[in-house]
């Protein structure tokens, strides 16, 4: 189970990290600078493994959302630098949720309970399908309306499973 910590803001720049002393990683990783609204600013460093939902390109100007683990340790410099695990870039015809679902298929938070149908896609982050239960498991969830209840609930539109 991640401990998943977020980071939401407006992407305003991405340059090229450097992340071996060979040059063996050169332009495989990127660190993308994110400032929110109230003037905070953190660096997602994306390396390969990093999942982009929905694959789409990230620019200078695009609104995201940057999870990372909580319970890593991380090196002590002002902006803070985070390894991405998972990079939503906002769309407002979807809603997107990571975290550690339970048995009931409820997030940790307690805040979003899923309830699955026969038209939800579950697959693996190469885009196989997940044959499986997804319960018990990292997910990223993308939905659409929830009801107004505690916890909200939500029949997903696809779920990724995050296989550690």
């Known amino acids: 189970m991640t401990n998943f910590y977020s980071f939401r803001g407006t992407v305003t720049m991405i340059s090229d990290f450097f992340s071996g002393q060979n040059g063996e990683g050169e332009g495989c990783y990127q660190l993308i600078t994110v400032e ?32 990372y683990d909580g319970d890593k340790p991380t090196i002590l410099i002002y902006p803070p630098q985070y390894q991405a695990l998972v990079i939503v870039r906002e769309n407002q015809n979807q809603n997107v949720k990571v975290d550690f679902f339970n048995g009931q298929l409820v997030s940790s938070d307690g805040q979003l309970r899923l309830n699955l149908s026969p038209y939800t896609r579950t697959v693996l982050t190469n885009g196989q399908l997940f044959t499986r239960n997804p319960a018990n498991r990292d997910l990223i969830v993308i939905y659409g309306p929830t009801t107004q209840s505690i916890p909200a609930q939500t029949t997903p539109y696809q779920i990724i499973v995050l296989c550690s």
């Open 36 to 67: 929110n609204g109230s003037g905070a600013i953190v660096n997602f460093v994306a390396s390969p493994t990093t999942y982009i939902v929905n694959h789409e390109m990230v620019s200078v100007g695009d609104l995201v959302t940057g999870y």
